[in-house]
């Protein structure tokens, strides 16, 4: 409670080198004048001082008659306290009031300021207080205050541990942009940051680059298809509709973030979005984009695509100017040339409200969350995602959830590449849980009672009490006449999965996954993993996208019968005309590989 408790502020120094204090004393009877203007101090002097050095030792060299007793007054030696100069520098700036009345009434006071922490008695005070002093007004309508840096363990930086990063070297390395970012997003800014030419790495490695490929993506298919108008409107898509809905809910973020000046939260929010942009977007529009027709519904993709990244340039020109250019540039100068020069000029986007759907929003977050739930499933039955399986069961929290299911059966089924995706009809059909009281936490709490507690706990229906926990709930436990909240961090609640499935559970939700494989679902996969190679083949071979190709495959046994079973998805996925067996003719480029039991040569040639 600093400025309650705060005392009287000294305002002189004894120094040399600073600024005067304009106070002259008679040495007869201490008759003191306060010299407020050069103009003032020539008419006491009796002589033009508009070219006197106001500093010591010229100031002090003048002198005048005192008015009460004749005496001669002197200045006092005494210089006025450094922090009042820094609380002076939105008049001293402007040599107000002497001039530039106007432009310092515009200027006054400041939208805001940043400083270290260690401002706060210093600078952020003496500016309010001779503000206060001045107009009873204050000085700066918002802080932002920096927290120290630390180095990348958490230790302060000192010259004498050698910890401390050059910011050159940061620079060199990652950029600017990357730079700045990192330290927008890591901590709200007042607090301590880690920091080290690493964790700026990794913005590029978990933002910038993830952004770079979506945008690499778009103007790949676009230099193709040269689509026309990209204006966008109220599509019928459910991708674009789910897209645009969280686009805007992240321009209206953005912006209220940016309008509170907290930094932090105009930009992390981006890198959330960009997250979902690239793994479920771009990554579940990849095909409409491959289309061969162009039509409404590649259009729409085009638009939804283009609207979503000249919108986060936008949004991230304030923090990464350099990048959001060469965003800007190549997406809207250079198909638009009387559009604005830059994106630094540009408009900031406007929330459109008719594209925010909080429904559909919620609705495919908890498919996202479904589908990463069954991936985990599928890594604890350590079958790859090529490998198609049966079915997918969930168990989700309410009825709302259960229909966002259903209307997305297809979505997840592709996602999770399983034939079937259904609810369960209780999470017990797939799972099992032990509960088991923890000493250590209950005994700590409770202490004699606690016997008496594990007992009753154990008594109780073990699936009702792993559910409550689960989903972060206490359960009330009735032990010895008397009853007792136990908290899910109390009890460890251990999953089994019953037999032939593999489980993922976070919270309400269950993912259960059948594990066997079927004759039929093994040769799928294999159908899977050649496509996967001939998809690197074309790559390394350098075609572009859209070329044609002719393969020729020597295979196993099993392996050939499978691309037999399923020539037609592998040749319309790799664009293969032809598709032959037997030896790959000279000069054609080559793969040889061995998977899951089987043996492969395979070549391609562009037709
Ligand atoms: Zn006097």
Same mark, same amino acid.
């Given at each position: 409670?600093?400025?309650?408790?705060?005392?009287?502020?000294?305002?002189?120094?004894?120094?040399?080198?600073?600024?005067?204090?304009?106070?002259?004393?008679?040495?007869?009877?201490?008759?003191?004048?306060?010299?407020?203007?050069?103009?003032?101090?020539?008419?006491?002097?009796?002589?033009?001082?508009?070219?006197?050095?106001?500093?010591?030792?010229?100031?002090?060299?003048?002198?005048?008659?005192?008015?009460?007793?004749?005496?001669?007054?002197?200045?006092?030696?005494?210089?006025?306290?450094?922090?009042?100069?820094?609380?002076?520098?939105?008049?001293?700036?402007?040599?107000?009031?002497?001039?530039?009345?106007?432009?310092?009434?515009?200027?006054?006071?400041?939208?805001?300021?940043?400083?270290?922490?260690?401002?706060?008695?210093?600078?952020?005070?003496?500016?309010?207080?001779?503000?206060?002093?001045?107009?009873?007004?204050?000085?700066?309508?918002?802080?932002?205050?920096?927290?120290?840096?630390?180095?990348?363990?958490?230790?302060?930086?000192?010259?004498?541990?050698?910890?401390?990063?050059?910011?050159?070297?940061?620079?060199?390395?990652?950029?600017?942009?990357?730079?700045?970012?990192?330290?927008?997003?890591?901590?709200?800014?007042?607090?301590?940051?880690?920091?080290?030419?690493?964790?700026?790495?990794?913005?590029?490695?978990?933002?910038?680059?993830?952004?770079?490929?979506?945008?690499?993506?778009?103007?790949?298919?676009?230099?193709?298809?040269?689509?026309?108008?990209?204006?966008?409107?109220?599509?019928?898509?459910?991708?674009?509709?789910?897209?645009?809905?969280?686009?805007?809910?992240?321009?209206?973020?953005?912006?209220?973030?940016?309008?509170?000046?907290?930094?932090?939260?105009?930009?992390?929010?981006?890198?959330?979005?960009?997250?979902?942009?690239?793994?479920?977007?771009?990554?579940?529009?990849?095909?409409?984009?491959?289309?061969?027709?162009?039509?409404?519904?590649?259009?729409?993709?085009?638009?939804?695509?283009?609207?979503?990244?000249?919108?986060?340039?936008?949004?991230?020109?304030?923090?990464?100017?350099?990048?959001?250019?060469?965003?800007?540039?190549?997406?809207?100068?250079?198909?638009?040339?009387?559009?604005?020069?830059?994106?630094?000029?540009?408009?900031?986007?406007?929330?459109?409200?008719?594209?925010?759907?909080?429904?559909?929003?919620?609705?495919?977050?908890?498919?996202?969350?479904?589908?990463?739930?069954?991936?985990?499933?599928?890594?604890?039955?350590?079958?790859?995602?090529?490998?198609?399986?049966?079915?997918?069961?969930?168990?989700?929290?309410?009825?709302?959830?259960?229909?966002?299911? $259903?209307?997305?059966?297809?979505?997840?089924?592709? +996602? &999770?590449? =399983?034939?079937?995706?259904?609810? %369960?009809? !209780? /999470?017990?059909?797939?799972?099992?849980?032990?509960?088991?009281?923890?000493?250590?936490?209950?005994?700590?709490?409770?202490?004699?009672?606690?016997?008496?507690?594990?007992?009753?706990?154990?008594?109780?229906?073990?699936?009702?009490?792993?559910?409550?926990?689960?989903?972060?709930?206490?359960?009330?436990?009735?032990?010895?006449?008397?009853?007792?909240?136990?908290?899910?961090?109390?009890?460890?609640?251990?999953?089994?999965?019953?037999?032939?499935?593999?489980?993922?559970?976070?919270?309400?939700?269950?993912?259960?996954?059948?594990?066997?494989?079927?004759?039929?679902?093994?040769?799928?996969?294999?159908?899977?993993?050649?496509?996967?190679?001939?998809?690197?083949?074309?790559?390394? $071979?350098?075609?572009?996208?859209?070329?044609?190709? +002719? &393969?020729? =495959?020597?295979?196993?046994?099993? %392996?050939? !019968? /499978?691309?037999?079973?399923?020539?037609?998805?592998?040749?319309?996925?790799?664009?293969?005309?032809?598709?032959?067996?037997?030896?790959?003719?000279?000069?054609?480029?080559?793969?040889?590989?061995?998977?899951?039991?089987?043996?492969?040569?395979?070549?391609?040639?562009?037709?």
């Amino acid at each position: 409670n600093w400025l309650s408790n705060n005392i009287d502020w000294s305002l002189s120094r004894e120094r040399y080198w600073g600024t005067p204090l304009p106070v002259w004393e008679c040495a007869d009877c201490k008759h003191r004048e306060c010299v407020g203007s050069v103009k003032e101090l020539s008419e006491k002097a009796g002589r033009d001082l508009t070219e006197l050095d106001l500093h010591r030792p010229y100031v002090d060299n003048v002198h005048w008659k005192c008015s009460k007793c004749s005496g001669k007054m002197a200045r006092v030696l005494d210089l006025i306290d450094v922090w009042f100069d820094s609380g002076s520098m939105p008049y001293a700036q402007w040599h107000y009031p002497f001039e530039n009345q106007d432009k310092f009434k515009t200027q006054f006071p400041a939208d805001y300021i940043c400083e270290a922490v260690d401002q706060t008695r210093g600078w952020f005070y003496s500016l309010h207080a001779i503000s206060t002093l001045l107009n009873e007004d204050i000085s700066f309508k918002n802080v932002i205050c920096l927290g120290l840096i630390l180095d990348g363990e958490g230790q302060k930086m000192s010259k004498s541990k050698g910890n401390i990063v050059n910011p050159w070297d940061v620079l060199n390395a990652h950029g600017a942009d990357a730079f700045r970012w990192y330290l927008y997003t890591a901590t709200p800014p007042g607090q301590e940051r880690r920091f080290s030419s690493d964790l700026v790495g990794e913005v590029i490695r978990s933002f910038t680059l993830t952004l770079w490929n979506v945008y690499s993506f778009f103007v790949t298919y676009a230099n193709l298809d040269k689509p026309a108008a990209l204006t966008v409107t109220a599509g019928t898509n459910d991708l674009d509709r789910w897209l645009l809905s969280e686009l805007n809910v992240l321009v209206r973020e953005v912006t209220k973030a940016y309008e509170n000046y907290d930094a932090t939260n105009a930009t992390r929010p981006v890198e959330a979005f960009v997250e979902k942009l690239s793994t479920w977007y771009v990554r579940r529009s990849r095909r409409r984009f491959w289309k061969n027709e162009s039509g409404a519904d590649k259009q729409a993709a085009y638009s939804t695509l283009h609207t979503a990244l000249v919108t986060v340039a936008k949004l991230i020109a304030p923090a990464m100017p350099f990048l959001a250019e060469e965003l800007y540039q190549n997406l809207v100068r250079s198909v638009d040339a009387s559009a604005p020069e830059s994106v630094h000029l540009a408009e900031w986007p406007a929330v459109v409200d008719e594209f925010v759907d909080e429904s559909l929003n919620r609705e495919m977050d908890l498919i996202m969350r479904l589908v990463s739930l069954g991936h985990a499933a599928r890594q604890k039955a350590n079958r790859k995602v090529r490998q198609p399986l049966a079915e997918a069961a969930f168990s989700v929290g309410n009825p709302a959830e259960r229909k966002a299911l $259903a209307n997305n059966i297809d979505v997840i089924a592709d +996602e &999770l590449n =399983v034939k079937q995706v259904r609810l %369960l009809d !209780a /999470a017990t059909e797939a799972v099992s849980h032990i509960v088991k009281p923890l000493p250590k936490q209950l005994g700590q709490k409770y202490g004699n009672k606690f016997p008496a507690i594990q007992k009753a706990v154990l008594a109780m229906n073990a699936e009702e009490v792993a559910r409550a926990l689960l989903s972060g709930n206490a359960v009330a436990v009735k032990a010895d006449g008397e009853m007792y909240n136990i908290l899910p961090e109390e009890v460890e609640v251990r999953a089994q999965a019953r037999e032939g499935f593999a489980v993922a559970e976070d919270g309400p939700y269950v993912a259960a996954l059948v594990t066997e494989l079927t004759p039929e679902l093994v040769q799928e996969g294999l159908a899977r993993e050649f496509v996967r190679r001939v998809q690197d083949l074309r790559k390394t $071979a350098d075609l572009d996208v859209a070329d044609r190709i +002719e &393969l020729f =495959v020597e295979a196993s046994a099993g %392996l050939k !019968a /499978a691309i037999v079973t399923h020539k037609e998805y592998i040749t319309a996925e790799t664009l293969a005309t032809k598709l032959s067996f037997g030896a790959p003719p000279a000069r054609t480029s080559l793969v040889e590989d061995e998977f899951d039991g089987e043996k492969l040569k395979a070549g391609l040639k562009k037709v």
